[in-house]
């Protein structure tokens, strides 16, 4: 089993390296009323052509 104080240090380290990655995140203020309207959803038949995109990078 490890010292306390070097699972303390680990801990710290990983706390950075995540905090590192982690990306900002900013909550807008929007209420309920102002929000618009949910899309309605389009029913697709099951005979329409369908494509395929191929990206090579």
Same mark, same amino acid.
């Not at 929000?35 to 990078?57: K, M, T, W």
């Given at each position: 089993? #490890?010292?306390?104080?070097?699972?303390?240090?680990?801990?710290?380290?990983?706390?950075? =390296?995540?905090?590192?990655?982690?990306?900002?995140q900013? $909550? !807008?203020?929007? *209420?309920? *009323?102002s929000?618009?309207?949910? #899309?309605?959803?389009? =029913? =697709?038949? $099951?005979?329409?052509?369908?494509?395929?995109?191929? #990206?090579? !990078?």
């Open positions: 089993m #490890l010292p306390p104080f070097i699972i303390e240090q680990i801990r710290q380290r990983e706390e950075r =390296e995540k905090r590192q990655y982690e990306q900002p900013l $909550e !807008l203020p929007i *209420s309920p *009323s929000a618009p309207p949910p #899309l309605p959803r389009r =029913e =697709e038949s $099951e005979d329409g052509q369908r494509g395929v995109f191929i #990206l090579e !990078l």
